[in-house]
């Protein structure tokens, strides 16, 4: 079955510096999305891509993040000068199209800022 | 402000018994209801759409109940094994003012099937 994939499973970084997070979506979806799960917490929406543009973006999704799909097949999250907050497990999702409801969802990349 | 109740505390079932999970919602008006599985350290896994229209929708040991007017649905594990362990999300969507498709998840249920 076609999976969504996600590198780096783990990522660690110092407070202030920039990561990108890697996905690749399933190859013929058309909707993407970005999830963050904070230890403990719920799933919580980020950010939502749709014919290479953002389509909806939580209060979370502030200017320190950003999306893009730089070619045919990934799609990155890019969070700049991180916070210790920010630390959490980060999902990618993506969705056929608009009459087939189900999300699929990475493994996810485990984000440890020290 | 819209909210999804699960019941936070851990269902501890045993092997063969039928597990039952609440999803409550309010301020939401959902066309359908998504119900999705999560195991430790991995992402959600579809389970269950049941539309506003559907009163029950099954799939194998799974049983999904949806109540409009109670803004309720209500997920069956029935024979659970101990193989069901997990974290149960529920996801109420497909709001009128929501043409995204993305999803917002209650905290889930943990379901611990001892043998």
């Known amino acids: 079955e076609p999976e969504v994939t996600q590198t780096p499973s783990h990522q660690v970084t110092q407070m202030g510096q920039e990561v990108i997070l890697r996905c690749v979506p399933i190859s013929n979806h058309l909707y993407f999305y970005w999830y963050r799960q904070i230890l403990g917490q719920k799933v919580e929406f980020l950010v939502s891509f749709y014919n290479n543009e953002i389509s909806e973006k939580s209060e979370i999704f502030d200017d320190q993040f950003s999306v893009e799909r730089p070619d045919g097949s990934n799609f990155t999250l890019k969070i700049r000068s991180t916070k210790l907050e920010d630390s959490a497990m980060y999902f990618c999702a993506s969705r056929l199209g608009a009459t087939n409801e189900k999300l699929f969802f990475g493994s996810g990349t485990q984000l440890s800022v020290l | 402000s819209q909210k999804i109740e699960q019941n936070s505390e851990a269902l501890n079932i045993q092997e063969g018994k039928t597990a039952t999970l609440t999803c409550n919602y309010t301020?939401?008006?959902?066309?359908?209801l998504q119900w999705y599985r999560q195991d430790p350290g991995r992402g959600p896994v579809f389970l269950l759409l049941i539309r506003e229209n559907e009163k029950e929708k099954r799939k194998e040991r799974l049983k999904v109940t949806f109540d409009t007017t109670l803004k309720q649905s209500l997920f069956h594990i029935t024979a659970s094994q101990p193989a069901d362990s997990a974290t149960y999300l529920c996801a109420p969507a497909g709001m009128t003012t929501d043409s995204w498709g993305k999803l917002q998840f209650g905290a889930g249920t943990q379901v611990v099937v001892t043998p």
């Open positions: 301020n939401y008006s959902p066309a359908y």
